[in-house]
């Protein structure tokens, strides 16, 4: 079957074809209200003024007026068959042989904004933001730095899908300039601990997920309906303070170590579009309890980069420190959901959570500073000839991702910050 094409031009390698149609929110740069579009190429399809127009006409989404709103939200509640239908109807007005728009010069002037027209905003007010701690190799790398390589997994790792729960008051939309955080720490020859700028500023790698249907207080999630209530994927940079982290995790997990930022990609990437890329997912040994087992696990085929470009000097050029895939997570996202609603936790539309730091096997997989400079004791050289075994102020770090198909791409965009030195 020949791929499917839309009258917008699309290059092969934009991350924005036909078969993908990521949800986003935007405002026109030359002033509005914020409102709901779909990224097509290099341009942003308001659905909101599509609605206004008529063009939705017959869809639940239309009935509720959900796309002149400031977050995706109220479209995300409406559950999967509203979903569907709004992308079957924004699919079939973008194909290259259906005249409504293409051949509407009027509609298309004020339905097509191009994307450096706009400002991307948050996807939604997320409410709560939850972060786990799925790949093996990034669990057993850390545990390897920290307990030595016999105690590298702890006991509970392979059981159940080990999370924290975050912050939500500063997911913050890639672009965002991140701050140095200050606070407290006890280098390993310091007799007390201080208090100051952090000094191992890291990033993670990372997806997460928004939830488009929540459940009900006191109600699960079964694993074979998780999937349901997935509204679709983006790219999550997890800031993190190793320093802060590493002295005050113990007993209760992370804290401010990790709640001064964290950032993702606009464009939420419905699962439909990562459909054609699904793999199955790691094996695991020993069988979780049957909560979390699963009739076809399945992981996704993503490749992830991230990138470095050096504030200091006159580096230009970003270099690519790290490559890593989605399909080296071991527990998966049904099984996450399920983990979470187990004992009765409500998800909410527009909750984000994340999958944890994706890192392979090998050296230039892994997906994080603290791995990939082994704890400090083996810098990144880049292209300026500087080293970094940390972020400076100035560096912007930049995560992507997609899905590479015959002819096409499935992608996320990216998602990207520059450090400010601490107040
Ligand atoms: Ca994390």
């Known amino acids: 079957m020949a791929l499917a094409r839309s009258f917008i031009e699309v290059e092969p390698d934009s991350h924005f074809p036909i078969q993908n149609l990521p949800y986003g929110v935007f405002r026109p740069k030359r002033g509005g209200n914020p409102r709901v579009g779909v990224a097509i190429g290099n341009y942003v399809l308001d659905l909101a003024l599509l609605d206004e127009a008529g063009y939705l006409a017959g869809t639940r989404a239309a009935a509720k007026h959900v796309f002149a709103q400031p977050t995706l939200q109220a479209f995300m509640a409406l559950g999967r068959p509203a979903w569907n239908e709004i992308r079957a109807v924004v699919s079939s007005l973008l194909l290259a042989d259906e005249p409504a728009l293409r051949d509407n010069a009027g509609l298309r002037q004020t339905c097509l904004w191009l994307q450096r027209d706009v400002e991307l905003l948050l996807p939604a007010s997320i409410g709560d933001y939850t972060d786990f701690y799925a790949s093996k190799a990034h669990a057993t790398n850390v545990g390897t730095m920290f307990r030595g390589k016999e105690n590298a997994l702890m006991p509970n790792w ?140 399945c992981a996704y085929d993503i490749q992830l980069e991230v990138y470095l470009q050096s504030g200091s000097g006159g580096a230009k050029q970003q270099d690519r420190i790290a490559a890593s895939n989605y399909k080296h997570l071991y527990w998966t996202i049904a099984q996450q959901i399920a983990h979470h609603t ?33 704890r400090g004791t083996e810098p990144i050289r880049l292209s300026s000839g500087e080293e970094r075994i940390w972020l400076e102020d100035g560096d912007r770090l930049t995560l992507t991702g997609w899905c590479q198909g015959d002819g096409y791409r499935i992608g996320f965009g990216d998602v990207s910050g520059r450090i400010l030195p601490a107040i």
């Open 342 to 374: 187990v004992g009765g936790c409500n998800l909410r539309p527009g909750d984000l959570l994340a999958s944890g730091t994706i890192s392979g096997d090998s050296k230039s997989s892994r997906g994080c500073m603290l791995e990939l400079t082994w």
């Open 158 to 297: 392979l059981h159940l899908p080990v999370g924290y729960h975050g912050r939500s008051s500063s997911i913050v939309m890639s672009g965002t300039d991140i701050r140095r955080p200050s606070g407290q720490m006890k280098p390993p020859d310091a007799a007390v601990p201080l208090y100051g700028p952090c000094r191992q500023l890291d990033f993670e790698l990372e997806m997460g997920w928004m939830i488009g249907t929540g459940n009900e207080l006191g109600k699960t999630i079964p694993i074979e309906e998780a999937e349901d209530h997935i509204f679709g994927l983006v790219l999550v940079n997890d800031w993190s303070a190793r320093d802060i982290q590493s002295w005050e995790y113990q007993p209760l997990g992370p804290f401010l170590g990790k709640n001064f930022a964290t950032s993702i990609s606009p464009w939420v990437v419905p699962l439909e579009a990562l459909a054609p890329f699904r793999i199955p997912a790691q094996t695991q040994e020993p069988a979780p309890l049957p909560y979390l087992r699963q009739k076809r696990p």
